[in-house]
């Protein structure tokens, strides 16, 4: 049995990590967890293993039931999960010699206690090497089929996807889910100071074009995190500072966050009216709330109050008590698949239904907290009809304004959000 130091430390991390993940855990979480084990070059390596064999898993296991003459889910998950990351490696990662990737990929087994299939691991990799020009799409007629399979995506969300957008768009889409997301953060101490750190470190920003404030950045990834560590800065996507800020409050207001963790948004809302508003932070994880308070007081924000409720039901504030109310709903997360891959891998038809009601319920209950003349912004990260002009739509309302954000297009998240202005007349309605 080969011994762990055998193995480079990336790619044993990454091995584990991918397991971790076929057992229901959250890749980021785990990475982030992991990172202070890793040396810089690992830790790279690592990230590069975990997202690029999670967002490629069809094309790959495609390859290796070409190579093996076997269907996938007939091997072992360790055995899987190596082959791959070899394949992966010799497919995507033109720098790694082509015999690192298969030595340590039958190490990996070995680590395993699956020595018997090190060999077959061997074989599989070897044939790969032999036949690098193997395209596993080369036959198939169907469009949607070979999509699919070429974007490395499960062919309900393609068909799904090219019903409601066509297929040109449906497959850029697919394709930006593949690429790598840029870095964007907004800056929570001084400006000038926290710039001029980044520039003088060699970073590249770019000011967004998304959302005014909010920052692209290149290079320095161990000074962002010490920024951030720091409470300098606050990484986080454009579409999501764009949804705080299209929720426009104001010194002075009170304000209600129905779903607020991790708290990006809450503590963006909290910043811009220099901490002079009332922001009401609710969520139904404790946990995830624990997210919230931390962030809160690395911050320094005195004007956020953390509340454990469940939006679906009722909540316990009087009616039309806030000036304005953010939901960002609960959703499928699709348009967050360059960040968590896994999410496409875990999704089925049947969830989005089921994610439809809870949100109609929550922006039902959302409506009766606003006072007349307050305003709403619905939001999801999610690029399904159903789960936002739908729901919209179901509940009867209409929009004042309604942004969509592609990676394809604007190469950040993709977001729905909708601004809501709560006159009289709806109120009213609202309670009937």
Not at 117 to 134: H, I, K, Q, S
Not at 140 to 166: M, Y
Request: proline share 5%; glycine share 6%; charged share 25%.
């Amino acid at each position: 049995m080969a011994k762990l130091k055998e193995i480079s430390p990336a790619r044993l991390a990454a091995f584990k990590i991918l397991q971790q993940v076929e057992g229901g855990a959250f890749s980021s979480v785990l990475l982030a967890a992991e990172e202070p084990r890793l040396q810089v070059v690992d830790r790279a390596l690592c990230h590069e293993l975990v997202l690029g064999v999670l967002r490629w898993r069809l094309l790959l296991d495609k390859g290796v039931e070409h190579f093996s003459n076997r269907r996938i889910e007939s091997l072992d998950l360790p055995v899987r999960i190596a082959l791959r990351l070899g394949l992966y490696q010799l497919r995507f990662l033109t720098r790694i010699p082509a015999s690192a990737a298969v030595n340590e990929s039958v190490n990996l087994v070995r680590v395993a206690r699956l020595s018997s299939a090190g060999a077959f691991v061997n074989a599989v990799l070897r044939r790969a090497v032999r036949e690098p020009e193997y395209d596993p799409t080369a036959d198939i007629a169907d469009p949607i089929e070979k999509s699919a399979i070429q974007t490395s995506h499960p062919r309900w969300l393609i068909e799904r996807w090219v019903d409601s957008f066509g297929f040109q768009e449906a497959e850029a889409f697919a394709h930006a889910n593949n690429l790598v997301p840029p870095t964007s953060f907004r800056v929570v101490g001084n400006q000038s100071e926290t710039l001029s750190k980044l520039t003088a470190a060699g970073a590249a920003l770019e000011s967004s074009h998304i959302a005014a404030g909010a920052w692209r950045v290149s290079g320095t990834t161990s000074l962002l995190r010490e920024l951030s560590a720091a409470g300098e800065i606050y990484l986080q996507d454009e579409a999501s500072q764009l949804v705080a800020q299209l929720l426009a409050a104001k010194p002075g207001e009170r304000v209600l966050d129905l779903c607020a963790a991790p708290g990006g948004k809450t503590t963006m809302i909290a910043d811009r009216t220099g901490d002079r508003a009332f922001v009401v932070a609710a969520d139904r994880s404790a946990t995830r709330m624990e997210t919230v308070v931390a962030v809160t007081k690395l911050h320094q924000l005195k004007g956020i109050k953390p509340v454990i409720l469940d939006a679906a039901q009722q909540l316990p504030f009087w009616r039309e008590s806030f000036d304005k109310v953010l939901v960002d709903a609960p959703c499928s997360g699709t348009g967050t698949l360059r960040r968590n891959p896994e999410i496409r891998w875990r999704l089925s038809p049947d969830d989005i239904p089921i994610l439809v009601e809870q949100q109609k319920r929550i922006l039902r209950n959302a409506l009766e907290m606003v006072k007349p003349g307050g305003r709403l912004v619905y939001s999801t990260c999610s690029v399904e009809p159903e789960e936002n002009e739908g729901v919209i739509a179901e509940c009867g309302l209409n929009p004042l304004e309604t942004i969509r954000t592609w990676p394809h297009r604007d190469g950040c998240d993709g977001f729905f959000m909708a601004a809501l202005r709560i006159d009289p007349s709806m109120s009213v309605k609202i309670r009937g």
